[in-house]
């Protein structure tokens, strides 16, 4: 098949499975209407057969400045054209501008490390935190998402079914998200529910635990947002039972505000993943945060230092992208952040109207930019609230008849919607009065 055909999403599908298992590189990608996009600009994307939908699913996140932001794109096509290269040996300057960005704009970063994705950085901040600690079990969150890694791919979307009932204080059955993994094995790992603080003590005073990671709000199950004074508790639980308190940033992070869900909350956790918004698209990642930890890794006895260690680390092309994408943020956060707020908010307000006029029970929530729908009366405290009160069903069937009137909520239920700074007013009105045609036709 050559790049210029002009096949169906179904042919392109189909043509994919020959060579690819499922037809598609990233098992999350998998939806129903299998649609295949061939171009994204700004808010919107279009799709094999030419059809335009908004986007509100930004690639999982990234886009937060929408498809294709010419500045970063420019740059990243800059570091192609100057001579730089992934040179693979002693320090690079673009690394270093990078860092010394985020160290400026980010209170929970003093040092940081590069990598390519959010797994890569997830695991290695769960190595560090075992390594300055001795310890080796983990907490992690029921419906939190934390990457691929073999040991953090558990427990993100369950069914009543395969975790039961609620357990507080306590921790749910280990549920790998797939097969070929030693988790089960180890046990090192323990998912409790999130805005649940007697549960991480239940589980620390059980177990030697060296990380509690945790997106500081859930946003791989929608938008499932921190208790008051939950973060906190967090932070006073790392301090007083010697776990390093890891924030999972990958979406959250520069999304929120240029410093972070951490500087919008005023937890600082000890080590923080970015990933996804910090380069607008490109492919990089990075652990950061306190010296005193971020420094292990040039430990002078190399028994205590994490390996870190990888041939794309700090890549030219994915770095110049951050560093446009952080100054661009820096430049215009001010003008950019509470114009998402707003634009959130009119889609808050007007779905839940929509919800209100049909009669049916339903909740937004949102933070900033990031929002999702629930077919039940209260926002969600953690997944188990969603599993025993949401209407999956009439959620998905909902979506898809978005995705039929060109809105591109992406076909899988409760997942998060994201506005990008691309997207305009006239953008949510439309998306509304789609809305309200896809509830009425359901
Ligand atoms: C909160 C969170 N952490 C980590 C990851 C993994 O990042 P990546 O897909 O870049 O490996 C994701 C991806 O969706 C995520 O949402």
Sequence with gaps: MDKNDTPTS????????????????????????????????GAYLWDA???????????????FLGHNFR?????????????????????????????????????????????????????????????????SHIIVMQGGY??????????VFNTLAEIGPRVSPGEYPLKPLGAGTTILDTRFVHAINFNDLESVRYVCRRYPVAALVTEPLLQNIGVVKPGPGYLEG??????????????????????????????LSGVMPDLVVYGKAVANGFPIAMVGGKSRYMDSIVDPDPS???????????HPVAVAAAIETVRHLATNGNEIYPRMEKMGAAMEAGILDIFKHAGIAACVARQGSAFSFYLMETPPR??????????????????????????????????????SAAHTMDDVAFTLEQFEASLKAL
């Design 382 to 419: 953690d997944l188990h609230d969603i599993i025993k009160g949401h209407d999956f069903a009439r959620d998905v069937a909902l979506r898809r008849g978005l995705v039929e009137r060109g809105v591109f909520f992406v076909p899988i239920a409760t997942k998060q919607c994201s506005l």
């Design 234 to 263: 967090l932070r006073a639980l790392a301090d007083e039972l010697g776990f390093l308190l890891v924030f999972d940033e990958v979406k959250t992070g520069f999304r929120h505000a240029l410093g972070g869900y951490s500087a």
């Design 146 to 155: 934390n990457g691929n890694s073999d040991e953090l791919a558990c427990n």
């Design 10 to 41: 179904k042919a392109i599908l189909e043509h994919n499975r020959r060579f690819i298992p499922g037809g598609i590189s990233s098992v999350n990608r998998s939806i129903d209407p299998a649609v295949a996009f061939v171009k994204g600009e």
């Design 71 to 135: 500045p970063v794109n420019e740059a990243a096509a800059a570091a192609l054209t100057t001579g730089d290269s992934l040179f693979g040996a002693g320090p690079s300057v673009l690394e270093g501008m990078l860092a010394e960005l985020i160290v400026t704009h980010v209170p929970a970063v003093e040092k940081l490390t590069l990598l390519n994705t959010g797994s890569e950085a997830d695991a290695l901040a769960v190595r560090i935190a075992r390594a300055v600690t001795g310890k």
């Design 49 to 63: 057969a030419g059809k335009r939908y908004i986007d509100y699913h930004a690639g999982f996140a990234p886009y």
């Design 304 to 314: 205590k230092r994490p390996f870190v260690a990888g041939t794309y680390n700090g």
